[in-house]
Structures are given as structure tokens and as C-alpha cells.
């Protein structure tokens, strides 16, 4: 273990999933200690021991547990139910949601739910006392999962400036580009923006289009 | 006028707001026939006389009714007034609406209207018979009013294809790139990416932030 390595475990909960394992990977390589928790703790060790770079696997409660940052990379359809298996171990965390409202079948047609977004809605779920903060809702998981450029953005959203600094480092130490997208009620866009991508790649024979902010952007203040 | 100008005319509603004003322009130097219409006529008129390219201008309905094409390029605070009072000049017309539900002071922030977007909204107030479409949602107007490569995608929602592919093809008619974006309905990303480019213009000091697809794009099936 490099002596440089960040101090932070980061947990990804839902980490069996194309996103989480591509999340928790792109972590594990740039060098923090990463736990892949999964509802299933047999599933979990073993996507880890395939994901290798020293990763854990474990059940989702005892990941979040565990760790300091807890991404949270379930379908919208176990989002409530996944969220109220970690709250008890969320207190005072940073938490990434990574959900977006895919309504099957019907994925590729924005479908935001009753609350606006995902995120607002796990804001909800999860109650005071957690640093919610809303990304990684537009990066294509295969794309994620290769060493390569990835070529597209990652908004991040959360009412917490702070919070959302902390995302958009790690994003960044990621090789991908982190941006400021504003309050956790603006991560209806990048939500949204996730079927209208799906919607792309079926229309266009594209292989995980992304979005990227054009124009210059310079030190965000 | 060259032999092979476009037979058609195409209004634009709210022609004397920078986006329209710019929509205009550009449609007029590629050799579109362009009325701009604004609630005050003489507004209107003076407007075109500033933008040139044989453009005209007069009161909004007269536009509509004169247009085989009709942009709509208000603020959201006055789509219900406008289409009311257009309304009977759309029948059997291709519509573009680009409202954006921008509710201000908090303009950096996604606030989608109950209807799930303005375009839906659109189409409630229009009722049958019109072929809605809404674009040109995140395209900066005062870049899109420069002879420049603007670098960003224009989106293209709508329910009929046909009408979609006809908007596609206007944006890409006017240096821009047009994708197909899907339902109506998938309108609602655009229109909350709005809010979050004003958010990103504001955060990073950006001058007219947009957004680009990334990833290979094939011809549209």
C-alpha cells in the first residue's frame, strides 16, 4: 500500500451493479481503499476478488458501515428500500447518490418521480444529519470501467458547497472532469439527462453517449 | 433572393428577445424568408430592420398566421399568453417552442412545471392539430447571433418523428448540430439543463456554457 494512499474508505453500495463496480474500480486504481457492498455479501466478495486493487466485499449495511464516503449505485426501484438498510450507518457521511429514475420499460422517456429528482427524493428518505450529494448519473458504466477517457463530464449536485467540492475532487482524481451543478434540486437535469442519453444511443447506434459542458470554464469560485 | 432560397416562412414569436432575435438571424441568412413577431408591432418591425436579411416584423399573430414554420421564443411567464393569442393561426403547422421554465430571482435552479416541462405544457395549451416541437433550449443567444461555430448540440424533442427530423435538419441548416432528443416529454432534461448551465456560467465565470453529446454518433435510423 503506497504511503500516499488517501485515508478515506469509500464504500460503494450497490457495488455488483455495471456502475458501482466501475465506480469502485476507477477508485481502487487511483488509490483509495474501497469496499463493494452488495444485498447479497457472497455476490459482493466475489465481484471484488474480480475487481481486485485490494477491494472488499461485503453486505451493503457493513460497507456503509465502514466507510467514510458511501456511493449509493442501486435502480431507482431498490432505492428506497436500499437507503433505509444503510441509514443507520450514514450519520454524518458524505453520501453520493448515484440513482436515476429509470421507469421500466419505458427508459429512454424522462420519467422524473413525484419529488423532482432521485436525489431530492433520497434526501427525503435519508433525513437530516448526511451530506447527500447527487452524481455519476450520465457516465456509461463500460465506459467507466476501461482505462481510458471516458470524454464526458460529471455533474455534481448537493446543497452542500463543501460536499460537492469533495465529489468533484474525487471525480476529478477519477481522470474524469468534475462540475458544480448546483443544488441537489438541480440533479433533476442530469437525471432527465440519462434517458434522453439512452434514448441517443438506440436512435444513433452510439456506444454510451455522454455530455460535456462546452465553453470555457474557469476556477470555479 | 437566390433561386434556391426555402420556400418557406418561418415566424418567430417573441422575435425581439435575444434568443429569437438570434433564431431569426441565422434563419435569414440561410436563406429562410423570416418574420420576427412581437406583441408590440413596431417593435417587431424596428427589430427586423436591425437584423436585416430581408427580414420583417409585426405583431405576433400576423407572424403566426403569415409562418408555414413558427418558433416560439418567450419567457415562460408569457407562454400561456402567447400561444392563447397565436392559437388560431397554428392549424396543421409545425411549432418550436424553446421556453425554458426559468422562474426567476432563482433562475439557477430547476424549477419544472407541474406539467413535467414547458414543452408538455405547450401541447396542453395547444391541443391537437399543431405539430409540436420544442429545441434550441441550451444554445447561448448571444453566440448563436455571432457568425461563429457555437460548439454546442441542439436537442429536438417531439412525439412526431417527422416533425423532429424537420427541426433536426433546420439546426443543422444553421451551423448548429440537431440531435434527435426523443418525446416531448424528454424535454424536461434540456429545460432543467438551462438552469444548470446559468448555475456553471455563474460558478466557473463561463461565457455562454453549453452542452455537447459525446461519444460516436451514426446516422439516425
Redesign the interface.
Known amino acids: 500500500m503506497p504511503s500516499d494512499r488517501p485515508a478515506q474508505t469509500i464504500a460503494v453500495i450497490g457495488g455488483t451493479g455495471h456502475l458501482g463496480a466501475a465506480i469502485a474500480w476507477r477508485l481502487a486504481r487511483t488509490g483509495y481503499k474501497v469496499i463493494v457492498g452488495s444485498r447479497d455479501g457472497a455476490a459482493a466478495m466475489a465481484k471484488a476478488g474480480e475487481l481486485g486493487h485490494g477491494i472488499a466485499g461485503m453486505p451493503n449495511a457493513e460497507a456503509a458501515a465502514l466507510g467514510n464516503i458511501v456511493f449509493v449505485t442501486v435502480p431507482f426501484a431498490a432505492q428506497a428500500v436500499t437507503l433505509a438498510d444503510i441509514r443507520p450507518h450514514l450519520a454524518g457521511k458524505l453520501v453520493v447518490d448515484t440513482t436515476v429514475p429509470l421507469m421500466p420499460p419505458k427508459v429512454?422517456?424522462?420519467?422524473?418521480p413525484a419529488e423532482?429528482?432521485a436525489a431530492v427524493r433520497a434526501a427525503g428518505l435519508l433525513g437530516e444529519g448526511v451530506e447527500l450529494v447527487s452524481s455519476f448519473h450520465n457516465v456509461?458504466a463500460h465506459k467507466l470501467a476501461q482505462d481510458i477517457d471516458v470524454?464526458?463530464d460529471v455533474?455534481v449536485f448537493g446543497d452542500s458547497k463543501a460536499a460537492r467540492s469533495q465529489v468533484v475532487a474525487l471525480a476529478d482524481a477519477m481522470g474524469l472532469r468534475g462540475?458544480?451543478?448546483?443544488?441537489l434540486?438541480?440533479?433533476?437535469?442530469?437525471e432527465?439527462?440519462t434517458?434522453?442519453?439512452i434514448?441517443?444511443?438506440k436512435?444513433?447506434?452510439?456506444?454510451?453517449?455522454?455530455?460535456?459542458?462546452?465553453?470555457?470554464?474557469?476556477?470555479?469560485?
Open positions: 429512454a422517456r424522462v420519467q422524473l423532482g429528482s456509461a470524454g464526458c455533474l462540475i458544480h451543478g448546483g443544488a434540486a438541480n440533479s433533476a437535469a442530469a432527465a439527462m434517458s434522453l442519453l434514448f441517443i444511443n436512435t444513433y447506434q452510439a456506444d454510451g453517449a455522454g455530455i460535456r459542458i462546452t465553453g470555457e470554464l474557469n476556477q470555479a469560485d
